[in-house]
């Protein structure tokens, strides 16, 4: 199952250092299924990157809370 799209338009109208939180379980379901859990697979993290990357996000997972987060980055001023 794909990100939905409510979360496409959640990332391409994020503000400038707002996050947007997603559980490993999601991650898993939705950039790859059947890959394992517990953690995450290194192809889920991966493939999460690579989605956030596409609304100007960057990704991190936090193992320990075991969560993703998407955010928009703040050019250097």
């Known amino acids: 199952m794909p990100a939905p799209k409510e979360m ?6 994020l503000p400038l250092r707002i996050v947007a939180y997603v559980p490993d379980d999601l991650l ?12 995450p697979s290194e192809k889920a993290l991966t493939e999460a990157a690579a989605y956030g990357r596409r609304f100007e996000c960057e990704f991190k997972y936090y193992p320990e809370r075991k969560e993703g987060v998407f955010w928009k980055w703040v050019p250097a001023i």
């Not at 496409?8 to 109208?13: C, E, F, H, M, N």
């Not at 939705?30 to 953690?39: D, E, K, L, Q, R």
Request: charged share 15%.
């Open 8 to 13: 496409d338009s959640a990332l391409t109208s």
């Open 28 to 39: 898993e379901d939705w950039f790859a299924p059947g890959t394992g859990m517990n953690p």
